[in-house]
Each structure stands twice: as C-alpha cells, then as structure tokens.
C-alpha cells in the first residue's frame, strides 16, 4: 500500500526530578544534602532512511513518545537519561507543524536527520542549594517538560525522470523496459494506481531514477479519474518525459491530449510545468509507415519528438542517452 501523507502526535521525554537527600552513615550523622540530578528526556529525532519508500508505518500509530529521564538519587547519583526516539522516514519526506503551520523540515537526502522534538531537562538535586545559610535544604527542581508537537508528514518522491501522460500511453511499459520495477500492465486503462520508482542503469556507472505517475485525464483537477493526488512527486524531478500513444485505443488525437496534460500540469503548478521536457511518442512499433509521426510533427510545430517503442526498445537508448546528457548538463550548471 502506498501512503504518501500522514498526521502524527509527537512528544519528547521529559526530564527526571532531581533528589532530596541527605547522607546518613555510621559515624557521620548529618553529612548533608546528597541528592542527584535527574536524567535528561530522550528527544524525537527524525532520520532520511533509504529503506524506506512509504509512510505506511504511520498509518496506525499516530502517537509517538520518546523515553523520560529518570529521577535522580541518592549518594549524588543521577538518574539515567531517557531514550531518544528515532523516526525512519523515505527520503524525500516534508515535515509540517500543524498548530503554527509551518515547514519544519525537508528531508530530502539518504542518511539526514533533525531532531523535531527536544526532551526535557532534567532537575538538579538538593546537593546544589546547599548554601551557608541553608545547609539543609529540603528542596530539589523538577523535571522539564520535553517538547510536544502535532505533526503533518507529506512525502514527495526523490527521483530524476517524470513519466507523464494519458492512461494506457505506455509509461509502466517503458518503466519495465529500462529498469527492474515491475508495474502492473494491462490492455485497459489506470493499471496504474500508485507511483512506481525504477532505477535505470547506463553502461559507464551511470545511474537515473524513473517515478512513474499514475495517467492523467481531462478534468483531473476537478478529480476526474486519479485526480491530481500524485502529480507532487514529480515537482522534485529535472525532466520531465511526456508519453503519447500513437495509436490511442480511444480513437483520439495524440496531439489534443498533449495538450490536455499540458493544461492539467500548469493547473496544478505553473512551476512543474515550466520544467524541461521531453515527449517521446510510443508505440511506433505498430506503425506500417510513418503517417502517424508526420502528423503529430504538423500538429505539435516546434516540439522536439523522440519517437519510441517501450515494447521492442525501438529509440529507448537514444532517450536515455538525451536524459542523461540534459541531467549531466543541469548539475554542472549547479552551484559548486
């Protein structure tokens, strides 16, 4: 099961409460205050793990608590400190919080980790308010208490590719054909319920991550078919690669639902649809000559087409190869 947004209550450890104590041996009948401090809260931490791929493993925990400190004692000993709790999330997880609206963290790269949540402090001991005036005091802090939050987690998937287009234009085709992801294909619509990742690999070492989006329709913003729900994995995409089917079963226009996905990218954000893009017609191998093609060239002037086949491979390596060429250009355009 794909879950990719979840709310959850968080709350750090609190902190132990300091001793009131005083020493008693044999001998030495009012050696003084020796209460300990008490042990600090565990905190929530937060940590990018790449095993991860959902937020499934919030969907039936929503209240998540660190350890407490632990009192302190007597002799000066302080009390052990509590646990902290650390959170596995997929990379590419935005933490929100809820109450002040506010983005706390983007936990976009394997291995990161913040601690959202930090716990209390623990109380010190009567041995610290032991003064001239005072030699006995009867008095020890508190603990406090660790930090509560209420937390919205929204994961938008890390990969380098978008595949985008109708349903039925091919996409999971083309994404079995290039890497070792599996998605369900089939001859009818929306085979396709969730987002797939696949990782393609190039000959030289060289390596690009595919996201799958489920097939778009006309309407998709008023939630029409799939909706809009899983467009926000590709924001986080450098290309994006419209599919067109050639030969649509449905008889339409392959140039009028380019347009149509067009029009549903720049609806839900003008800035997913001002990303690079290219647009591979599929499905060529069904062609006897090119009618098909010369048209789509008339009725798209100025588009640059990569004409390909995800079932025979036909034009699959010269797209990768143009992906991976406008990918190595966009990092050595970065900022060192």
């Known amino acids: 099961m794909f879950i990719d947004e979840a ?33 600090n809260g565990g905190s929530v931490i937060f940590v990018a793990d790449s095993s991860k791929d959902t937020l499934l493993d919030f969907s039936g925990k929503h209240h998540w608590k660190a350890e407490r400190g632990e009192a302190g004692m007597a002799k000066k000993m302080y009390g052990k400190h509590g646990e902290d709790l650390i959170i596995p999330v997929p990379p590419g997880t935005l933490i929100y919080d809820t109450e002040h609206n506010i983005l706390i963290a983007d936990l976009n790269e394997p291995g990161r980790k913040l601690s959202i949540a930090r716990g209390g402090k623990g109380g010190r001991g009567n041995f610290h308010f032991k003064s001239s005036t005072n030699q006995a005091p009867r008095y020890a802090e508190p603990g406090t208490e660790g930090q509560e939050r209420k937390l919205k987690l929204e994961l938008k998937l890390i990969a380098d590719v978008g595949l985008v287009g109708m349903p039925n234009a091919g996409k999971s085709t083309l994404l079995r054909c290039i890497s070792a992801a599996r998605p ?80 549903e990218l720049e609806a839900f954000s003008p800035l997913l649809a001002e990303k690079r893009e290219i647009v591979a017609p599929n499905k060529i191998d069904l062609s006897i000559d090119d009618e098909a093609l010369d048209q789509l060239r008339l009725d798209l002037p100025g588009v640059e087409l990569f004409p390909i086949s995800g079932a025979s491979r036909a034009g699959v390596e010269k797209l990768l190869e143009t992906l991976w060429g406008i990918l190595k250009e966009m990092k050595d355009a970065e900022p060192a």
């Open 184 to 263: 369900k294909v089939a001859d009818y619509p929306f085979t396709t319920l969730e987002p797939q990742l696949g990782i393609v690999e190039l000959i030289g070492d060289r390596r690009m991550v595919f996201a799958d989006i489920p097939g778009l329709i006309e309407g998709a913003q008023q939630g029409a078919g799939l909706g809009v729900a899983f467009l926000k994995h590709i924001e986080r995409t450098k290309v994006i690669v419209h599919m067109l089917d050639l030969y649509p079963s449905d008889n339409s226009n392959p140039a009028d639902n380019y347009r149509t996905i067009r029009k």
């Open 7 to 39: 709310e959850i209550h968080i709350k750090a450890g609190d902190g132990g409460a300091g001793s009131v104590s005083f020493r008693r041996e044999k001998f030495i009948p009012k050696g003084g205050p020796d209460g300990g401090d008490g042990g």
